[in-house]
């Protein structure tokens, strides 16, 4: 009987295989691709709800809170999204073969150092099935080929959504082999992608900082890290009130399962304590949990009911839920090292109307994406125009911030010469 390591082995040197081929398509043949994509979806819709349905009664019966249910649902808007995101991507430039620069040498050799895809692309992501459908788009945009390792939990989802991937590859003359996906339940899968030197050219873990740690340490492949979000909104002493809720209730309540949704307000102690207090009833109103320090429910002690007092574990946390910690501080620069001192480096924002603080702001805070005035739900490859993203880096090399398209080249240098000899 064929071992796991087999299984799994077979499946990703099968990716590696289509790599090659992927790599010779040109533009029309990706975009076609593509488009018979998002036609398969639409046909497929119904079977792919079922097959959802299936595994969000077995995460209820599991007793899974309502923000991880959030992340594992699809719903026909959600489909659509995915539809739309496809239509996206085929609208943009394909990077492939772009020359980022070009020069010739004194001896008459003409240099061209020209985007390629990456090859074999080892996705390993938890309970958001979208996560199938952006990574093997942006990979077959790209020319890549990719192998995905869903959770278990949603395999139903991520089985039904690769069959209309596969399916959508093959009318459109462009071998299925180039999406693959691992349905095993054992954890001894990840460690197999994780491990295949030499057949998988990058990892790229998408998750808790549970998963996105365990792949960090075993993986023996390069690793291309998306990180955690515990994302800040400081409130500047200047900040327009009404702008500042819609914001900061954005930001916090429209959907506080995702990685850009804040986690942490930081109020600058001036602002008005009438504001301050509006504000945290509105939160409150909004089904928002608050976690506050001492000095917030010292100044607003009519509210003490209803403000639990922060933990230290708090200021670090990515709650994934409509949960906020809230912390009075005495100035910007208290701000910056409140953000330095808990940030995961995903995104902050700054809300004032001073110019000089929204400048300091957005030059001293090391994150992938700094805001003024605007909410930290835009850290997202499609409303930063790249289409689906494939996750959103917090390291900095070779990408940092949403992952488009470019995320998933390399580059190499084309030579051209005359007879020339060193």
């Not at 917090?394 to 007879?419: E, I, N």
């Amino acid at each position: 009987m064929e071992s796991l390591k087999e299984k799994v082995l077979g499946q990703i040197t099968l990716a590696k295989k289509a790599s090659r081929q992927m790599a010779l398509q040109d533009r029309r043949a990706k975009d076609s691709a593509l488009a018979a994509i998002a036609e398969q979806l639409q046909v497929d819709a119904d079977d792919i709800l079922t097959a959802n349905e299936q595994d969000l009664a077995r995460a209820e019966a599991d007793g899974q809170p309502a923000s991880y249910l959030d992340r594992l649902r699809l719903t026909p808007a959600r489909i659509r999204d995915l539809v739309d995101g496809l239509q996206q991507l085929i609208s943009l430039e394909d990077p492939v073969g772009q020359k980022l620069e070009q020069w010739t040498r004194p001896n008459g050799l003409a240099i061209e150092q020209v985007r390629v895809p990456l090859g074999v692309i080892g996705m390993v992501y938890e309970a958001r099935p979208n996560v199938t459908i952006d990574a093997a788009a942006i990979a077959l945009k790209t020319g890549n080929a990719t192998v995905l390792r869903g959770s278990h939990s949603a395999v139903s989802s991520n089985l039904a959504l690769v069959k209309s991937i596969r399916a959508g590859l093959a009318n459109a003359g462009i071998t299925p082999e180039a999406v693959q996906y691992l349905p095993f339940a054992e954890h001894a899968s990840v460690d197999i992608l994780c491990t295949a030197n030499g057949l998988i050219d990058v990892i790229i873990p998408r998750g808790g900082a549970g998963l996105i740690n365990r792949v960090l340490q075993l993986s023996s492949v390069p690793v291309l890290e998306t990180g955690v979000g515990n994302c800040h909104i400081f409130v500047d002493q200047t900040a327009q009130y009404e702008m500042t809720k819609a914001i900061v209730i954005n930001a916090k309540t429209s959907r506080p399962a995702v990685c850009n949704a804040a986690e942490t307000l930081l109020l600058h102690r001036d602002w008005p304590l009438a504001h301050q207090n509006d504000l945290l009833k509105q939160l409150i109103e909004s089904g928002v949990e608050i976690r506050a320090c001492e000095q917030t429910r010292a100044l607003h002690s009519d509210l003490a009911a209803q403000l639990q007092a922060a933990s230290k574990a708090d200021w670090d946390a990515e709650f994934s839920d409509l949960i906020l910690a809230v912390r009075i501080v005495d100035s910007l620069a208290d701000a910056i090292n409140h953000i330095a001192e808990h940030s995961t480096g995903h995104s902050e924002a700054i809300l004032t109307e001073d110019a000089e603080s929204a400048s300091r702001f957005l030059a001293t805070v090391d994150s992938t994406t700094v805001y003024h005035n605007a909410s930290t739900r835009f850290t997202d490859g499609g409303e930063f125009g790249f289409g689906a993203e494939i996750g959103i880096s917090t390291q900095k090399l070779h990408a940092r911030g949403p992952m488009g398209l470019p995320a998933l080249t390399s580059y190499k240098y084309v030579v051209r010469g005359t007879g020339q000899i060193r």
